[in-house]
Antibody
Framework: QLQLQESGPGLVKPSETLSLTCTVSGGSISSSSYYWGWIRQPPGKGLEWIGGMSYSGTTYYNPSLKSRVTISVDTSKNQFSLKLSSVTAADTAVYYC????????????WGQGTLVTVSS | QSVLTQPPSVSAAPGQKVTISCSGSSSNIGNTYVSWYQQLPGTAPKLLIYENNKRPSGIPDRFSGSKSGTSASLGITGLQTGDEADYYCGTWDGSLRGDVFGGGTKLTVL
């Protein structure tokens, strides 16, 4: 079964770019059955879908974040990444990476999550 | 304001049954599959129900899902204190062209 692990800075300054990486093990990121997604959860609040990317390059972005989000896939490293630009305190959240089965609306495996705080 | 509407909280006694609703529209629930996720305190969400009513391996049959029109429901029978968690419905929205989640429902087992 797949295992996903987020990594990246836990503290980002306002107006800067948040960068996270998700390493996938136990399977290939080149699978045509998935897209590779990011979901976040502000402290004490619910889940918010950020977006995702399939290995073939198709991207899916939350319309409310689209102008600030870039998601990419590195098949050579079996990793995918999230960049969120111009961050504010409202972007403080636990960020999860997850595998999302295409056409079946299933996030079947999740990383443990990483807390990113936006503060000067 | 979430695209999918869930009650903020539900509660019931151990051994009892509870149902959590998830209301959407024709652009999401009414047109595609619904999944449910369980988030125990301090942990990542875990897939609980997929394709409206199917359980992944290892999920007990105390958990069930259903869908009718633009609404879906999660049922839990024989409640245990270990079921205390936040529960989220999720699906694809064709109008938004993205995945959407409900606001989450906190289950308390009294």
């Amino acid at each position: 079964q797949l295992q996903l692990q987020e990594s990246g800075p836990g503290l980002v300054k306002p107006s800067e770019t948040l960068s996270l990486t998700c390493t996938v093990s136990g399977g290939s990121i080149s699978s045509s059955s998935y897209y590779w997604g990011w979901i976040r959860q502000p402290p004490g609040k619910g889940l918010e879908w950020i977006g995702g990317m399939s290995y073939s390059g198709t991207t899916y972005y939350n319309p409310s974040l689209k102008s600030r989000v870039t998601i990419s896939v590195d098949t050579s490293k079996n990793q995918f990444s999230l960049k969120l630009s111009s961050v504010t305190a409202a972007d403080t959240a636990v960020y999860y990476c997850a595998s999302r089965i295409l056409y079946r609306n299933i996030f079947d495996y999740w990383g443990q999550g990483t807390l990113v705080t936006v503060s000067s | 304001q979430s695209v999918l509407t869930q009650p903020p909280s539900v509660s019931a006694a151990p051994g009892q049954k509870v149902t959590i609703s998830c209301s959407g529209s024709s652009s999401n629930i009414g047109n595609t599959y619904v999944s449910w996720y369980q988030q125990l305190p301090g942990t990542a969400p875990k897939l609980l129900i997929y394709e409206n009513n199917k359980r992944p391996s290892g999920i007990p049959d105390r958990f069930s899902g259903s869908k009718s029109g633009t609404s879906a429901s999660l049922g839990i029978t024989g409640l245990q204190t270990g079921d205390e968690a936040d529960y989220y419905c999720g699906t694809w929205d064709g109008s938004l062209r993205g995945d959407v989640f409900g606001g989450g429902t906190k289950l308390t087992v009294l």
